[in-house]
T-cell receptor, first 114, second 113 residues
Framework: AQTVTQSQPEMSVQEAETVTLSCTYD???????LFWYKQPPSRQMILVIR??????QNATENRFSVNFQKAAKSFSLKISDSQLGDAAMYFC???????????FGKGTKLSVKP | DGGITQSPKYLFRKEGQNVTLSCEQN?????MYWYRQDPGQGLRLIYY???????QKGDIAEGYSVSREKKESFPLTVTSAQKNPTAFYLC????????????FGPGTRLTVT
């Protein structure tokens, strides 16, 4: 069965600094997607960034970028120029292209210090 | 505005009662999903539906039931058989089951005492 592991329950970053959140996953499939979702205190799940496994190029969305290491099954999220509004729970998630069901890690709580 | 609505935001029930959580979407999506979130946990899949009148169990379906009579609606019933029903419930939808992006509703916090 596929699993997603986030080894950092909590992280902290100074405003305007850069922080990296870690995620590893386990799968025997070759065609899948990886996601980072943000859950602020409102508890609304917001898609931050997605990566398709067949693409070698790392995905980037403004201040958010990923480091996708397929062989190592690693998918980290880098947040640059951190802002107070980035404070939230961040979840790493996996889904197979043919399945659609998301498998989530347990999350990392990110605090941003002014 | 297109989106997913879940109502109510907070729900309280006595133990032994069934309760139904609402989920409606106007995105014209085929696939819909129900997830449960507990403190310190990621989301876990309860049920999903690919098309109207069809649905499948997810990882933690015991004590729950669903229906999909209309494309836009996917209500979840938490039955008295669910041993630990107090949780945060999130509904999501995607264009197709194989679509890579799921859109989430705002969630319902269910408390059973």
């Amino acid at each position: 069965a596929q699993t997603v592991t986030q080894s950092q329950p909590e992280m902290s970053v100074q405003e305007a600094e850069t922080v990296t959140l870690s995620c590893t996953y386990d799968t025997s499939e070759s065609d899948y997607y990886l996601f980072w979702y943000k859950q602020p205190p409102s508890r609304q799940m917001i898609l931050v960034i997605r990566q398709e496994a067949y693409k070698q190029q790392n995905a980037t969305e403004n201040r958010f970028s990923v480091n996708f290491q397929k062989a190592a099954k690693s998918f980290s999220l880098k947040i640059s120029d951190s802002q107070l509004g980035d404070a939230a729970m961040y979840f790493c998630a996996y889904s197979e292209r043919s399945q659609g069901n998301l498998i989530f890690g347990k999350g990392t709580k990110l605090s941003v210090k002014p | 505005d297109g989106g997913i609505t879940q109502s109510p935001k907070y729900l309280f029930r006595k133990e032994g009662q069934n309760v139904t959580l609402s989920c409606e979407q106007n995105l014209n999506h085929d696939a819909m999903y129900w997830y449960r979130q507990d403190p310190g946990q990621g989301l876990r899949l309860i049920y999903y539906s690919q098309i109207v009148n069809d649905f499948q169990k997810g990882d933690i379906a015991e004590g729950y039931s669903v229906s999909r009579e209309k494309k836009e609606s996917f209500p979840l019933t938490v039955t008295s058989a669910q041993k630990n029903p107090t949780a945060f419930y999130l509904c999501a939808s995607s264009q197709q089951r194989s679509s890579y992006e799921q859109y989430f509703g705002p969630g319902t916090r269910l408390t059973v005492t």
